[in-house]
């Protein structure tokens, strides 16, 4: 009787159970790489920029409104922080959409299933605890290492404010919508009214006074001669004056008119320096 040939167990590939593992009957765990972001996805973000990777990211997770909405401009930003660490730590396609998927799972425990804060750190802790030691995880693209930075990462920007996800993800985010009503008047036909704009001053105003020197006449460049004004007595107005006296009489007017103003200042500065010196006396006595 020939032996029953018992099948070889075959290697397994990264992410997949062996046959080891199947015939103990343990459970196949579904994986989480590629489960939100597909391997084409992320291949056209490699050599995005910024608004490219945030625009692909509003797709993906629904969220169309983050130019102006709070909220879904808030998740955007988390996510795409996410996808920024992911690549500094040199995770690999495959890796750096499980970690996506791991930030929109733990995410969505809060948005959709209400946990608690400290539901949701035992769940994070059940999902990478058996990292890099069993295959009976649905992380098997990673190793330890890179489990405890994404443990670490998900602490920090998530559990460590929580609260202000909460509210984030509860409150609803007023609309305000800013109108205006403008009432427009148009010239009934036939009225005569000036043009809009340039289109106001007449293009032979324009051409003639304001892209050339107007032309005058010479009749227009005669000075006209006033008429001789005499005074009452009959003799004129217009008579030599002397220059001492004109200065004398510009003096006397100014003094009357300066004097009290000088006399005004002096004072206060002569109290002013009375202060100062009083407030120095001061000083000199208390040192």
Not at 62 to 72: A, H, V
Not at 97 to 113: M, Q
Request: with cysteine.
């Amino acid at each position: 009787m020939s032996k029953s040939s018992k099948p070889k167990s075959r290697s397994a590939k990264k992410g997949e159970a062996t046959q080891e593992e199947v015939e103990k009957g343990e459970p196949e765990i579904p994986q989480l790489a590629w489960k939100l972001f597909k391997e084409s996805d992320l291949k056209d973000l490699l050599m995005q920029p910024i608004e490219e990777v945030e625009k692909k990211f509003g797709t993906v997770l629904i969220l169309p409104d983050y130019e102006y909405s709070l909220t879904d401009a808030a998740l955007i930003d988390f996510f795409v922080s996410g996808y920024w660490f992911a690549r500094a730590q040199k995770f690999n396609l495959e890796q750096t959409s499980a970690f996506l998927t791991l930030l929109h799972t733990y995410l969505d425990n809060l948005k959709t299933r209400k946990l608690t804060l400290c539901d949701n750190i035992k769940e994070l802790k059940q999902t990478l605890s058996n990292v890099g030691a069993s295959n009976v995880t649905s992380l098997r693209c990673f190793d330890t290492e890179q489990a405890i930075l994404s443990g670490e990462y998900i602490t920090k920007t998530l559990f460590q404010h929580y609260r202000a996800f909460e509210y984030l993800l509860s409150d609803q985010q007023k609309e305000e919508h800013i109108s205006d009503v403008l009432q427009v008047y148009s010239p009934p036909n036939g009225l005569l009214v000036p043009p809009p704009l340039e289109e106001s001053i007449p293009l032979e105003f324009y051409e003639n006074w304001m892209t050339s020197k107007p032309k005058l006449e010479p009749s227009a460049l005669q000075c006209t001669m006033l008429p001789e004004v005499k005074d009452d007595l009959g003799g004129e107005i217009a008579k030599e004056v002397d220059l001492n006296e004109l200065q004398h009489l510009m003096s006397d007017m100014a003094q009357q008119m300066l004097g009290a103003y000088q006399t005004n200042v002096a004072q206060k500065l002569k109290q002013k320096e009375e202060m100062l010196l009083n407030r120095i006396s001061k000083l000199e006595k208390s040192v």
